[in-house]
């Protein structure tokens, strides 16, 4: 059984997400009116190239530049998600990385005790891995084969076995697959690109019904083109949604500090945008940040990012709960007010 009691960091100081208040897992009565709860997950033992995110938890809840006070108001979306929304800090996950079964289900079992009691798991990686052990943690609570999964990536990460495992960063969503808790046919991929995977992984992902938006196709037909497209997938004959980041989607000039970095990604600020997206229009039940490795990162562009991408998506969820529409495209003063 997972450590249970609150453990704090793994790695580095004992602080929480933008100076939220922290819970024990042990306590149900510590989250049991909580909205939100964060998750560290320090492991990297799965990476193929450049260790280093067993670090990214931290990285992530301590990069800022504004005091850890525990608000955060959004200037476009007029929400203050660490406010409006109650959030909570678990503090991590006990992760080794020299064994990868174990702490994967150590993971899965602490993020299915939080989606259990209704809140939304916000896990905080770690590489690639551990979206195996989250996603299926959210299927155990909210429904096996009944949650779709957005998934923001570089790579597929949908092989079969690596350095003679078949736990790594490279194959948790053939994982999820395999096992029934999400299905192929509902699992969409946003940002493909470079040189991998090979003919016979394509074919796997193509016989199990994948979707897969490549780099190419987003320049060609525009990202919120494809992203309706998504979206119309994801919330068809599903009761929820996963949303899983990997970092690494970005291009390196915004996001260098990752493990296995894929030149020709996204925009720091096409993949705020977009998981703005997410977060307002779709039912989320699930989010993971990954793959951000401080020891490569500079001047915690990476980390800030994704310490951005938390807060983005938290924001559009307190404004989808508001029930009060978003315009984009509306001026920031004019008729709005202090809303």
């Keep these: 059984m997972p450590r249970m009691t609150r453990y704090g960091a793994q790695y580095g100081p004992d602080v929480t997400f933008s100076g939220v208040d922290r819970c024990d897992l042990g306590d149900p009565a510590?989250?049991?009116?909580?909205?939100?709860?964060?998750?560290g997950a320090p492991f990297d033992g799965g990476t193929s190239y450049r260790p280093g995110a067993r670090f990214g938890p931290s990285a992530i809840r301590a990069c800022d530049y504004l005091a850890h006070d525990g608000?955060?108001?959004?200037?476009?979306?007029?929400?203050d998600a660490l406010r409006d929304l109650r959030?909570?800090?678990?503090?991590?996950?006990?992760?080794?990385?020299?064994?990868?079964?174990?702490?994967?289900?150590d993971l899965e079992d602490v993020v299915a005790r939080v989606a259990e009691a209704g809140v939304l798991p916000v896990i905080l990686g770690g590489d690639h891995t551990v979206t195996w052990p989250n996603a299926t943690g959210v299927a155990r609570a909210r429904g096996w084969g009944r949650i779709s999964?957005?998934?923001?990536?570089?790579?597929?990460?949908?092989?079969?076995?690596?350095?003679?495992?078949?736990?790594?960063?490279?194959?948790?969503?053939?994982?999820?697959?395999e096992s029934g808790a999400v299905r192929g046919d509902r699992f969409l991929q946003?940002?493909?690109?470079?040189?991998?995977?090979?003919?016979?992984?394509?074919?796997?992902?193509?016989?199990?019904?994948?979707?897969?938006?490549?780099?190419?196709?987003?320049?060609?037909?525009?990202?919120?083109?494809?992203?309706?497209?998504?979206?119309?997938?994801?919330?068809?004959?599903?009761?929820?949604?996963?949303?899983?980041?990997?970092?690494?989607?970005?291009d390196p000039g915004?996001?260098?500090?990752?493990?296995?970095?894929?030149?020709?990604?996204?925009?720091?600020?096409?993949?705020?945008?977009?998981?703005?997206?997410?977060?307002?229009?779709?039912?989320?039940?699930?989010?993971?940040?990954?793959?951000?490795?401080?020891?490569?990162?500079?001047?915690?562009?990476?980390?800030l990012l994704a310490n951005r991408v938390v807060l983005e998506v938290l924001s559009a969820v307190a404004r989808r709960r508001r029930g009060d529409p978003y315009d984009p495209s509306r001026p920031l003063l004019e008729g709005r007010g202090h809303e």
Excluded at 30 to 39: E, F, L, P, Q
Excluded at 87 to 93: L, N, P, Q, S, Y
Excluded at 196 to 210: I, K
């Design 30 to 39: 510590t989250y049991a009116d909580a909205d939100v709860v964060v998750i």
């Design 71 to 79: 608000s955060r108001p959004s200037l476009p979306l007029r929400t």
């Design 190 to 250: 946003i940002g493909l690109r470079g040189y991998w995977p090979p003919p016979d992984v394509l074919d796997w992902m193509a016989e199990r019904g994948m979707r897969s938006v490549e780099m190419a196709e987003i320049v060609s037909r525009g990202l919120n083109t494809c992203l309706d497209e998504a979206f119309e997938v994801a919330t068809d004959d599903c009761d929820g949604v996963f949303l899983s980041v990997d970092i690494d989607v970005a």
């Design 149 to 177: 999964v957005v998934h923001f990536d570089a790579h597929a990460d949908t092989g079969d076995t690596e350095f003679g495992s078949l736990v790594g960063h490279g194959q948790p969503m053939r994982r999820l697959i």
């Design 87 to 105: 959030v909570r800090d678990a503090g991590d996950v006990e992760m080794f990385s020299g064994d990868a079964v174990r702490s994967c289900k």
């Design 254 to 303: 915004h996001a260098p500090g990752t493990g296995t970095p894929e030149p020709g990604g996204l925009s720091a600020r096409e993949l705020l945008d977009a998981v703005r997206r997410v977060a307002l229009e779709l039912p989320l039940v699930g989010v993971d940040v990954v793959e951000v490795s401080p020891p490569h990162d500079h001047a915690d562009v990476t980390a």
